[in-house]
């Protein structure tokens, strides 16, 4: 399959946590533009002032994962981001992959805890801002990550983190049409999905 923005929102869409992404992107208008790849290292962003998200051309597992990724900040956009929110985001874009079979090269819990102490450590992003309640609101479950806080995982032991893995997330999903258009067509039909929200799919 080849990576156009058809078939990542595509892939995306039609798996469970990725369905649940993007119909709570849709519940709050977010969004949504792939662009050329620039060569600037910067694959991926949401923009919480223009509500939008960035994603730019790349392999179809990368630009599965960042798309998924980048949802997870479009859709808790109240809680400002934490150190657990990217650690989430990551397990999130590499869950997603996988639910859609292109996660050709899984990494473990503890690569995505050493990535994020690495690259983000330093930023000041505070520990947790409930990230893991937000998507348990939406129905989405990362295993070895409670609910309440914890390490973040096995593994992600970070400075001040009051946190205890306690098991699974459990909450209703909430429900939602999901309406994307695309400038070169309409996206509803390859998704499957009922027209009417507010996600603007822009290609």
């Known amino acids: 399959m080849i990576n ?7 892939l995306v869409g039609a798996t469970p946590t990725g369905s649940k992404l993007l119909n709570e992107a849709a519940r709050q208008g977010v969004n949504i533009q792939f662009l050329p790849n620039n060569g600037d290292n910067v694959i991926g962003q949401y923009d919480p002032t223009s509500n939008t998200v960035s994603v730019e051309e790349n392999d179809l597992e990368t630009m599965v994962e960042v798309l998924s990724h980048e949802l997870v900040h479009s859709t808790t956009p109240g809680n400002g981001n934490s150190l657990e929110e990217e650690y989430s985001a990551f397990l999130v874009g590499e869950k997603v992959a996988g639910e859609a079979g292109v996660d050709y090269n899984p990494h473990s819990n503890s690569f995505w805890s050493d990535h994020v102490k690495s ?9 947790s801002n409930g990230i893991l309640n937000d998507l348990g609101m939406m129905g989405i479950e990362l295993p070895g990550l409670g609910s309440t806080g914890g390490n973040l995982t096995p593994g992600l032991n970070l400075p001040g983190s009051e946190f205890t893995a306690s098991g699974g997330i459990g909450a209703m999903a909430s429900a939602g049409s999901f309406g994307a258009f695309a400038a070169a067509g309409n996206l509803n039909s390859l998704l499957g999905m009922n027209m009417g929200g507010g996600l603007n799919i822009m290609a």
């Open 4 to 10: 156009t923005p058809y078939n990542v929102m595509n």
């Open 119 to 127: 690259s983000y450590g330093d930023q000041g992003l505070v520990a």
